[in-house]
């Protein structure tokens, strides 16, 4: 058949293993054979090869081993390191045992957000701007020579400019075959790419990559992709390539998924769309030898899912998060009349804490490092006592209200006079239990830590009904403690596979929380000003953009009328607000509004 503009393209593309480019001569089954034919490969033939994929995935602009927030080098309970810098040694490790040539490294998407390093080159000092800087990841990667990476949710937070800058400062593919413009429904970037593993004396191995993202895209970033992409199913996308990748000769088809691997969706029936589906993809979807798994941020080091078609096993594995591990796939082929055949796959994941950072990236990217660091340290005002987060999943603690009192006076700023004459309240989630805003100076870094993500602010109106309905979806966080029980905080939330990203809790409002009743009956006593909440009664409610597009699944909230909105990062308020007042003071917001309670007697 001859080979469309599309497929030459992909022939054509250079080898980031090889570095040679191979021409295709008049189609696309010329080519190995030509490859069989090279001037002095005719008496050696080998019948065998073995060739590995490196994975990494949710690296969330982690370069060095360093907590911006902490103003310290990570550490975690499990010992644990993070950042580009120390994978980049493994991966030279890898490539030194096994061959330049017969290794591949590719990403599972989450890439430009996540730490103060992020923010800074896509707010600060922006990679969209005039003599605009380069973006860390980008020249990170670049180095460690990507052959290509899956978009994750997070690359769409800052805009599609942002993004669009971010794909040109790299020299590989970021692929999305569900990332569709949403006029002409065609991909809005690369779907896959094909890459070849040189055999001497024998054709090429040609590796198809597809690359699937999170179709949540359509909801958590809704303000930035609606009416310019749409963001369709991954099984249904697979289906659709995946038998391309073999018609165009690939002998292995890898999928790099920012999806994770349990069939799971923490938007409820909000989209048609599986959130978690790579395991789906597995199972559904003919042809695939291996799957590159991202989002979840979870270490699966090999997970074996058979297709129900075809009765073969494609191996899956998850390498954590933020550069915390190396998903290692070894594939070894056989030659079969002049067709490569998979016959074993395996994964593994490596750890990279006992290795050096890489001297090289060190070199590339410490001045960035250390501008950073600059920045987050640059005092905002002071605060007249201690605020910690460290029981904030359980208590009505001062650091939450601080929360609560920036967005509902930014959401007052900009309400109609008929919209402003509502009872205005809000949510907000506890992000992080380490956040503590210290006693004296007050830094940037300070205010990030405790509100660690991208999120701007959103007022949306719910009637007294919807709003008991929404706490009572988020009391579902805590696991039923029946009355006379003594209550174990280690024991007591993330009921359900409720994280604490996804509980909010509520000011403005008085209630309780009845941890001896059973889920969707725990709100008791719900007022506004000491008076009972009418089921009728209109609330705006200052809440963030990732919470009002649907995410978590809360109920009413997505299809909830829209009294302001703004692209301002609710961090930024929070940091506005300290720099315009100078004190950080307690007394001007804390009010203890909700409470657990067992048959209504108070827990703490």
């Not at 393209?9 to 080519?31: D, I, L, P």
């Not at 950073?372 to 007249?384: A, L, Q």
């Not at 919807?466 to 009391?475: N, P, V």
Request: charged content about 20%; aromatic content about 10%; hydrophobic content about 40%.
């Amino acid at each position: 058949m001859p080979v469309s503009p599309m497929n030459r393209r992909e022939f054509m593309q250079k080898s980031a293993v090889t570095g040679a480019a191979v021409a295709v001569a008049g189609s696309a089954a010329a080519a190995p054979a030509a490859a069989a034919e090279r001037p002095g490969n005719r008496h050696h033939h080998p019948r065998t090869w073995s060739f590995s994929i490196l994975g990494t995935t949710d690296l969330h602009s982690h370069v060095f081993d360093w907590d911006y927030y902490k103003d310290a080098a990570y550490s975690d309970k499990a010992g644990n390191s993070v950042g580009v810098a120390r994978v980049a040694t493994l991966i030279k490790q890898q490539r030194e045992a096994k061959g330049e040539d017969r290794v591949l490294l590719v990403d599972a998407g989450d890439i430009i957000q996540g730490t103060s390093l992020a923010y800074y080159y896509a707010r600060v000092d922006p990679i969209t701007g005039k003599d605009a800087p380069k973006h860390p990841m980008a020249v990170a990667m670049n180095h460690m020579r990507y052959d290509a990476a899956a978009l994750g949710n997070h690359e769409f937070n800052y805009g599609i400019d942002v993004l669009r800058k971010f794909e040109k400062q790299c020299h590989f593919p970021l692929l999305g075959a569900n990332a569709l413009d949403a006029k002409t429904l065609r991909p809005a970037f690369h779907p896959y790419t094909v890459k070849r593993i040189c055999v001497p004396g024998a054709p090429d191995i040609k590796v198809g990559i597809l690359g699937l993202t999170n179709p949540g895209i359509a909801l958590w970033d809704k303000d930035n992709v609606s009416g310019k992409m749409v963001f369709p199913g991954l099984v249904e996308q697979a289906k659709k390539y995946v038998p391309r990748l073999r018609a165009l000769g690939c002998d292995v088809v890898f999928l790099t998924d920012h999806s994770g691997l349990d069939g799971s969706s923490s938007y409820g029936n909000e989209l048609p769309y599986v959130e978690n589906a790579s395991n789906l993809v597995a199972e559904q979807v003919p042809g695939i030898d291996a799957i590159l798994v991202g989002h979840t941020h979870v270490e699966v080091s090999s997970y074996t899912v058979t297709n129900k078609e075809t009765g073969k096993d494609v191996v899956l594995s998850e390498p954590y998060c933020w550069g915390m591990r190396l998903t290692v796939f070894d594939f070894e082929l056989e030659l079969h009349h002049g067709q490569w055949k998979v016959t074993s796959t395996k994964a593994q994941t490596l750890n990279p804490k006992d290795v050096e950072e890489d001297p090289e990236i060190t070199r590339l990217l410490k001045a960035d490092h250390d501008l950073v660091v600059k920045y987050v340290n640059t005092p905002v005002g002071t605060c007249t006592e201690d605020l910690s987060a460290a029981d904030s999943c359980w208590k009505d603690v001062p650091i939450m209200d601080f929360i609560h009192q920036v967005q509902m006076a930014s959401v007052a700023t900009g309400l109609s006079s008929a919209d402003a004459a509502l009872p205005l309240i809000s949510v907000a989630a506890p992000f992080s239990r380490t956040a503590d805003i210290p006693k004296g100076a007050v830094t940037i870094r300070d205010i990030a830590g405790l509100y660690i993500y991208d999120n701007t602010l959103y007022g949306k109106k719910l009637t007294g009904a919807q709003l008991k309905d929404y706490l009572e979806y988020a009391a579902k966080y805590y696991h039923q403690v029946p009355s006379g029980t003594k209550v174990d905080t280690a024991t007591l939330t993330n009921a359900n596979n409720f994280w604490d990203y996804m509980y909010d809790t509520a000011a403005g409002v008085d209630y309780e929380i009845d941890i001896a009743q059973p889920e969707g009956s725990r709100i008791k006593n719900l007022t506004y000003k000491g008076a009972a909440v009418a089921p009728d009664q209109v609330f705006v409610v200052a809440v963030n953009n990732y919470r009002a597009n649907g995410g978590s699944g809360y109920p009413h909230i997505a299809a909830a009328g829209i009294a302001y909105s703004s692209t301002n990062e609710i961090r930024q308020l929070m940091i506005d607000y300290v720099t315009s007042k100078g004190t950080l003071n307690p007394a001007d917001f804390a009010v203890t509004n909700w409470k657990l309670t067992q048959d209504g007697t108070p827990v703490f």
